[in-house]
């Protein structure tokens, strides 16, 4: 029983456990990535930003490196938990789509630094872990919405003639380049109305005319 006590103790004052640490390391990146960009967000800031040294940023990650790719998996579960939410949420594929989209938008505008961290590891000429797993989430991505594409089709509200993997491609350039606009205007909180009216010109584009 006393074995017990001690195990359920907390840690002690001004410690975290390795996991929470670990989230506060990723969290701090992405939020100075949104602040100054990704060549700014280093370790040295990162530790600054937790009030830590950088030996202690490294004991929970030997490398930059290791911390982006833990980032893109945070970002990739996050963002996947909005997006499948938001579909099992709609009474129809269509509908789930537009969910969908707003869900994405609502990500965005909630953790501004995410499409600058994608974008810069997307854009990085050599391959690595961390575009790789940037490459897998905009293929699970267009995955999803393909399915959803298909699956309104199926329903008659989709043009039978819709090239689905293209309106998917389509689906999420109008986003980006809706991040992208925000990005440049130094605010994501004019992203919401914006994306509505875009959304609604991609609509028409693959609605069925019955």
Same mark, same amino acid.
């Given at each position: 029983?006393?074995?017990?006590?001690?195990?359920?103790?907390?840690?002690?004052?001004?410690?975290?456990?390795?996991?929470?640490?670990?989230?506060?390391? @990723?969290? =701090? *990146? &992405?939020?100075?990535?949104? #602040?100054?960009?990704?060549?700014?967000?280093?370790? +040295? /800031?990162?530790? !600054?930003?937790?009030?830590?040294?950088?030996?202690?940023?490294?004991?929970?990650?030997?490398?930059?490196?290791?911390?982006?790719?833990?980032?893109?998996?945070?970002?990739?579960?996050?963002?996947?938990?909005?997006?499948?939410?938001?579909?099992?949420?709609?009474?129809?594929?269509?509908?789930?789509?537009?969910?969908?989209?707003?869900?994405?938008?609502?990500?965005?505008?909630?953790?501004?630094? @995410?499409? =600058? *961290? &994608?974008?810069?590891?997307? #854009?990085?000429?050599?391959?690595?872990?961390?575009? +790789? /797993?940037?490459? !897998?989430?905009?293929?699970?991505?267009?995955?999803?919405?393909?399915?959803?594409?298909?699956?309104?089709?199926?329903?008659?509200?989709?043009?039978?003639?819709?090239?689905?993997?293209?309106?998917?491609?389509?689906?999420?350039?109008?986003?980006?380049?809706?991040?992208?606009?925000?990005?440049?205007?130094?605010?994501?909180?004019?992203?919401?109305?914006?994306?509505?009216?875009?959304?609604?010109?991609?609509?028409?584009? &693959?609605?069925?005319?019955?």
């Amino acid at each position: 029983m006393h074995a017990d006590v001690r195990a359920a103790a907390p840690p002690a004052a001004g410690r975290r456990p390795t996991e929470d640490r670990r989230a506060e390391i @990723v969290a =701090a *990146l &992405i939020r100075l990535v949104a #602040q100054s960009g990704p060549a700014e967000a280093t370790t +040295a /800031r990162i530790a !600054a930003e937790l009030d830590l040294t950088q030996g202690a940023v490294f004991k929970h990650f030997p490398t930059k490196e290791a911390i982006r790719a833990a980032a893109m998996d945070w970002i990739a579960t996050s963002l996947f938990e909005a997006l499948e939410a938001a579909e099992r949420g709609a009474p129809s594929p269509l509908e789930a789509l537009h969910a969908v989209y707003l869900a994405h938008v609502r990500f965005v505008v909630a953790h501004p630094g @995410v499409p =600058a *961290l &994608i974008f810069n590891e997307l #854009q990085q000429a050599a391959d690595s872990p961390v575009k +790789a /797993r940037a490459r !897998a989430l905009l293929a699970r991505y267009r995955s999803l919405l393909v399915g959803l594409i298909e699956a309104a089709r199926h329903e008659g509200d989709v043009a039978v003639d819709t090239d689905s993997a293209a309106a998917a491609t389509l689906f999420i350039g109008t986003v980006q380049g809706l991040m992208m606009q925000a990005m440049l205007s130094g605010s994501m909180r004019g992203m919401r109305p914006r994306a509505e009216r875009v959304y609604g010109i991609w609509l028409r584009g &693959i609605r069925s005319a019955a």
